[in-house]
């Protein structure tokens, strides 16, 4: 979900004209360009979520952060005089989408199972990362996917010394030709109280009896987000993963410290961008290559001429950064707004 993916692949799709780049991505199915209507969701060949251009960078994180989304709305805001049905249907099911992005079933996951460069689990730029685990682990807890998330959680490589389990970009470091420590992203407090939590074990019961080293970083994490957007209107990618977490620990086993955490989450992420595009479009309309600089140019401008905000701090910061014109799926930001409003507002 970094910046660097983000320009590596448009990028590519600049240095090529777009039949070849098509050509070089199998299972890539063309999409729509979408100028002047903002895209519902991009799905490559097989049925999987992508961005325009079919990149596959984010593909497992948006999976597990649309089935995750999908199961809330579907099992517990189910009041109709509220909430609208989301009736966007799909071509594949939960199990298919693990099926695929599992293709080993062996707890291996993948980004993406076919588009390189994200089809290398272990590559330690474009690999199987914590960011694109999180929402995943979260989806297969609450639809029932125990085997799956067993799997994920024995096959994740296991530092010898000190016992700290990793996600899989990275590879592992030998001392006197032994394997000792992998270096890909460390899966540590926060991550295994949200495991716990997805395999329905109390954090503060667990095997250890103890799960408030988890619980400290989770309210730790949204200090960080609080101060990290504090004057930057266009940070929010962060937010999306410390949402699921925070949601986690609300569906399942909340403690003290995680529903303190949500307060101050709530009551003080700052404003950011995405809480004017409602009044952004009224003004200049949906254009698919507008570009971040412009658009926060504009807003800026606007709110010093008296814009308001439409819509609230934490459902903004998820649309901003789901946003048409970056290629991501602005659906998954309206997949959320009902659970936000539930939840986090």
């Not at 989301?86 to 989408?97: G, N």
């Not at 707890?107 to 690999?127: I, M, T």
Request: charged share 20%; glycine share 8%.
């Amino acid at each position: 979900m970094s910046a660097t993916r983000r320009e590596f692949i448009r990028n590519a799709a600049l240095a090529a004209p777009s039949p070849f780049f098509y050509r070089v991505l199998p299972g890539c199915a063309k999409v729509p360009s979408g100028q002047g209507q903002s895209p519902d969701i991009y799905y490559d060949s097989d049925g999987l979520i992508v961005h325009r251009g079919c990149d596959g960078g984010d593909t497992a994180q948006r999976e597990g952060w649309y089935w995750f989304g999908l199961w809330i709305r579907q099992n517990i805001l189910t009041d109709s005089s509220k909430y609208d049905p989301w009736v966007i249907p799909r071509k594949l099911t939960f199990s298919e989408v693990l099926q695929l992005l599992e293709p080993a079933g062996d707890g291996v996951f993948y980004r993406h199972p076919k588009l390189p460069p994200w089809n290398n689990p272990y590559d330690k730029q474009w690999g199987f990362s914590r960011d694109q685990m999180i929402p995943l682990v979260a989806a297969m807890g609450v639809w029932g996917k125990t085997a799956e998330l067993r799997r994920l959680w024995n096959a994740l490589p296991q530092d010898v010394i000190g016992g700290t389990k990793h996600t899989f970009n990275g590879q592992w470091q030998t001392f006197l030709g032994q394997k000792t420590v992998y270096t890909g992203d460390d899966v540590k407090f926060a991550t295994i109280n949200l495991f716990r939590r997805a395999w329905n074990e109390d954090p503060m019961l667990a095997s250890d009896g103890n799960g408030t080293p988890g619980e400290d970083e989770l309210a730790g994490n949204v200090g960080i987000r609080l101060a990290a957007s504090a004057n930057d209107r266009d940070n929010t990618g962060d937010d999306l993963n410390l949402i699921v977490m925070l949601l986690m620990s609300i569906l399942r086993f909340p403690s003290k410290i995680s529903t303190a955490a949500i307060n101050v989450y709530a009551k003080n992420r700052p404003v950011s961008y995405g809480s004017f595009l409602d009044t952004y479009y009224k003004r200049f309309g949906f254009h698919q290559d507008d570009s971040e600089e412009l658009m926060a140019n504009r807003i800026d401008q606007g709110i010093k001429s008296g814009w308001t905000t439409d819509s609230s701090r934490i459902y903004g910061a998820i649309r901003w950064y789901q946003r048409a014109e970056t290629g991501a799926n602005p659906k998954l930001a309206e997949l959320y707004r009902p659970i936000v409003r539930s939840y986090l507002e």
